[in-house]
């Protein structure tokens, strides 16, 4: 588990500033909503927690530890992207194991002797191979293993993505609009769903959505951002009862 500390944070593509100085504390184990609308810079900052991106000014904490210049496969967070990005050519398994695969091969790659030849790969193939189901087993697709994305719905695509989010048992998740490219329906089943998978292991969510709705029934505190700020983060009640400005109201629809 880990809290996440952003620090002024900046962002320039080019001479456009996306992120305009953004700060937040998030605790261990809290569940955090960034909203806003499109283009504000909410997969910016996302991509930047994760590593995919670096600042152009600013500091991150991930656990107390500050992360600059530490790589994406590094930072121990698993971010979970609106397009799922699953591999078509690899099984249900094989696509859930990738973050391991990948653990094993930065480790080989640090030894002396290629991979394969490693003393203990099989077992290492079997662990992999354990803790695989087991992610599967969490999300209800452990009969879906052998199959290709090609041969699922969007629903289940998505919780291949969340099952290789969990596997690597991450101190954080960042998830990135999970939940828009399923139906109404499935988007209401899907969110109660990784409201108890937040509940039950306890670890630090970091959640983007346009829909504030989703936010609202989701969320310990909620971030609204606009323009590359966070206008105001605070818990749903207050965002709603008593919010910082007339922008913040508009996008919350809060009476006014
Ligand atoms: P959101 O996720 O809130 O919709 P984004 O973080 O994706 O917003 O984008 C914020 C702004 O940054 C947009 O104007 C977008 O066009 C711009 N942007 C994002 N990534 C890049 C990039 N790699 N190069 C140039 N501009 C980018
Ligand atoms: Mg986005």
């Known amino acids: 588990m880990a809290t996440v500390t952003l ?39 996302l991509r930047i927690i994760a590593g995919l991106e670096s600042q152009s000014s600013g500091q991150m904490a991930i656990g107390g530890t500050p992360v600059d210049g530490v790589r994406a496969a ?30 094993q ?23 992999i191979s354990a803790r695989v189901a087991e992610a599967a087993e969490t999300l209800e697709i452990g009969a879906l293993l052998n199959r290709k994305p090609g041969q699922l719905s969007g629903g289940q695509r998505q919780r291949v993505a969340l099952g290789r989010a969990l596997v690597r048992n ?12 399923l139906d109404a329906k499935l988007r209401v089943h899907t969110r109660l769903e990784i ?27 909620i971030a609204v951002m606009m323009g590359g700020e966070i206008l105001q983060c605070d818990t749903p009640d207050r965002i709603y009862e008593d919010p910082s400005d007339l922008r913040v109201a508009e996008f919350i629809g809060s009476p006014k």
């Open 74 to 103: 590094d930072r121990n967070l698993s971010m979970v992207f609106q397009s799922y990005a699953l591999y078509p050519h690899l099984t249900v398994a094989e696509n859930i194991a990738v973050p391991l695969r990948m653990r």
């Open 195 to 221: 409201a108890e998978l937040h509940k039950r292991l306890g670890a630090t969510f970091i959640y983007v959505t346009h829909d504030q709705v989703e936010a609202m029934t989701m969320s310990d505190r």
């Open 170 to 181: 991450p101190a954080a998740f960042l998830l990135d609009e999970p939940l828009s490219n």
């Open 7 to 45: 620090r002024d944070i900046h962002k320039s593509f080019g001479d456009t500033d996306v992120l305009r100085g953004v700060s937040l504390d998030i605790a261990d184990g809290e569940f955090v909503s960034l909203v806003g609308p499109s283009g504000c810079g909410k997969s910016t900052l």
């Open 105 to 127: 091969l930065s480790t080989a790659q640090r030894l002396p002797v290629v991979g394969s030849f490693l003393p203990g790969a099989s077992a290492a193939n079997n662990a």
